[in-house]
């Protein structure tokens, strides 16, 4: 079973050189911290900045220079800064590569939901809405069951949607899906010391399974 | 030149009064226009319709402004940790219209332009597609999202001259400039007014035609809201 650091560094994996990427808020920030040696990206922040450097040491932060998750962050050699529409103009006309996010809950179709629990909760989509109605390629990183021990790999979303038929693969603590066209979760890897069964178990939708599951490297 | 320079925010916002739209830039708390926020707070302007990406926090920028309830409805992307505005928009006290970021800026953007509306597929599928016209263009859904109407666009700007040309600093720059296209009387607040001629052309952001008052603000929190930093170098 992985940790929080193992499902970013799984997903690192997936991050190939010259790719511009966004990251979402959570796992996916962590991400930024295992890009593989030799792999140039450049990273999105949708608040307006291509080019996202480190966070900064401690007392050279700046107000002014936040990124999407409003932290405190540094500019890169090379970066460039504009405006909110110019940032989502760049999204829309699918010049980001990957989007990495969180969810609460995916369908086997491929839906997303992570913005509102009714009556409960309610974040705001941010900027989700944009990148997964958008993007070419959608990483989901999640949990695989809530702390009750829900799947959140699902038939059907039940929390009110962020996007429909757009999640192409999910990366959670137990496994590596993809979202076949005809629907279904297919099962790729499996995290280490995690069986089939522990994963069948844990997934509500459609778990497509064929052949042997390999246990994923890291 | 014409000259667009008011004195403070509290004649700056003069004539903001109850039941009006405003458009508020800023991304968090990075770029939002502090001046101005705390003259509408002195002032108690209510019944108001915010346009703004956020709400602030519960102690600072238009969280302020709900701690009051001026506020009657807000048009925003992302409520995130604002305790109080999760709390009144959960309990009906406050009208909230949450809508995707990229649609926000491009609402405004819209408006700047001179267009009506325009096709986002952001949201296809979603509640906050109800009630809008789907239009399918080369197989793809998009939704038809209007133009923002607001009464006062108010922006924070770094630089800006007597003429109302501005220069935005890094990611305070955020939806400022959108705004500033975007309201029928658009109030820049700077950190530093310049004489004309002291801005390069090349380097305006918002041409002065789109603002109308212009001042240099004072007394700059600009509070951070999640302070993150990396390790000394020695530790990694």
Known sequence: MLDKDGIAKRIAREIKDGYYVNLGIGIPTLVANYIPEGINIVLQSENGLLGMGPFPFEGEEDPDLINAGKQTITTLPGSAIFDSALSFGMIRSQKVDLTILGAMEVSEKGDIANWKIPGKMVKGMGGAMDLVASAKNIIVAMQHVNRAGESKLLPECSLPLTGVRCVKKIVTELAVLEIVPQGGFKLLERAPGVTVEDIQKATAGELIIEGEIPEMML | MINKVVTDADEAIRDISNGMTLMLGGFGLCGIPENCIN??????????????????????????????????????????????????????????????????????????????????????????????????????????????????????????????????????????????????????????????????????????????????????????????????????
């Open chain 2, 39 to 236: 003259a509408l707070v002195k002032k108690g302007t209510s019944d108001l319709t915010c346009i703004s990406n956020n709400a602030g926090v519960d102690d600072f920028g238009i969280g302020l402004m709900l701690q009051q309830k001026q506020v009657r409805k807000m048009i925003s992307s992302y409520v995130g940790e604002n305790a109080e505005f999760e709390r009144q928009l959960l309990s009906g006290e406050l009208e909230v219209e949450l809508i995707p970021q990229g649609t926000l800026a491009t609402r405004c953007m819209a408006a700047g332009y001179g267009m009506p509306a325009i096709f986002t597929p952001a949201g296809v599928g979603t509640e906050v597609a109800k009630g809008k016209e789907v239009r399918n263009f080369n197989g793809k859904d998009y939704l038809m999202e209007a133009a923002f109407e607001a009464d006062f666009a108010i922006v924070k700007a770094w630089k800006g001259d007597t003429a109302g040309n501005l220069v935005y600093r890094s990611t305070a720059r955020n939806f400022n400039p959108v705004m500033a296209m975007a309201g029928k009387i658009t109030i820049a607040e700077v950190e530093e007014l310049v004489e004309v001629g002291e801005l390069d052309p090349d380097h305006v952001h918002t041409p002065g035609i789109f603002v109308h008052r212009i001042f240099q603000g004072r007394d700059y929190e600009k509070r951070i809201e999640q302070r993150t930093n990396r390790k000394a170098e020695r530790e990694i």
